[in-house]
T-cell receptor, first 118, second 113 residues
Framework: DTGVSQDPRHKITKRGQNVTFRCDPISEHNRLYWYRQTLGQGPEFLTYFQNEAQLEKSRLLSDRFSAERPKGSFSTLEIQRTEQGDSAMYLC????????????????FGPGTRLTVL | TQLLEQSPQFLSIQEGENLTVYCNSSSVFSSLQWYRQEPGEGPVLLVT?????EVKKLKRLTFQFGDARKDSSLHITAAQPGDTGLYLCAGAYSGAGSYQLTFGKGTKLSVIP
């Protein structure tokens, strides 16, 4: 039984470069979420997919951020023209949502990608 | 903006002691999760509570959901060094089509052998 996986675990980049992170959810889960966590804070919601459709985006998700889930399985999060303020842990989570069934919204997290922008 | 406050922010105790941490909001949750997170890792789900007044036990951990579903507590009995970590509560607020979790800042627990 594999959980949520994320790649890479760590990324160091220079300001202005583009970076892309990948998330592979638990295989039967149809919902996928991205969160960002900075030091001393809890995770903050960025965006959410149900299958391949991106249904919700936070105001934290600026124009430089884009997320995709093309086949309703893995997802990528790209940050263009990185800034030092983008340095954070980027967390992916997945959950199983069944139509007509009350969801307790139990989300299972991956190990995260630690981004450092120099 | 929905806020979720956790207290205390930091807690350092001796092995064998009991402790309680709290999670409070002015809004009603449809469900609430507790997670534990270790440095450099993602949060690990401990429990989900849904019904007001619900109590769930996980070995030495007891989770309680407030009657009005606005607050929750986590009680640890006879803390062990392995309980050290950041304890996060996360609430799902009632809202059409919204599945995001709102997290508190966490309680950082250190259990000293």
């Amino acid at each position: 039984d594999t959980g949520v996986s994320q790649d890479p675990r760590h990324k160091i980049t220079k300001r202005g470069q583009n970076v892309t992170f990948r998330c592979d959810p638990i295989s039967e889960h149809n919902r996928l979420y991205w969160y960002r966590q900075t030091l001393g804070q809890g995770p903050e919601f960025l965006t959410y997919f149900q299958n391949e459709a991106q249904l919700e985006k936070s105001r934290l998700l600026s124009d430089r951020f884009s997320a995709e889930r093309p086949k309703g399985s893995f997802s990528t999060l790209e940050i263009q023209r990185t800034e030092q303020g983008d340095s954070a842990m980027y967390l992916c989570a997945s959950s199983l949502g069944l139509a007509g069934v009350s969801s307790y919204n139990e989300q299972f997290f991956g190990p995260g990608t630690r981004l450092t922008v120099l | 903006t929905q806020l979720l406050e956790q207290s205390p922010q930091f807690l350092s105790i001796q092995e064998g002691e009991n402790l309680t941490v709290y999670c409070n909001s002015s809004s009603v949750f449809s469900s609430l999760q507790w997670y534990r997170q270790e440095p450099g890792e993602g949060p690990v789900l401990l429990v989900t509570v849904v019904t007001g007044g619900e109590v769930k036990k996980l070995k030495r951990l007891t989770f309680q959901f407030g009657d009005a579903r606005k607050d929750s507590s986590l009680h640890i009995t006879a803390a062990q060094p392995g309980d050290t970590g950041l304890y996060l509560c996360a609430g799902a607020y009632s809202g059409a089509g919204s599945y995001q979790l709102t997290f508190g800042k966490g309680t950082k627990l250190s259990v000293i052998p």
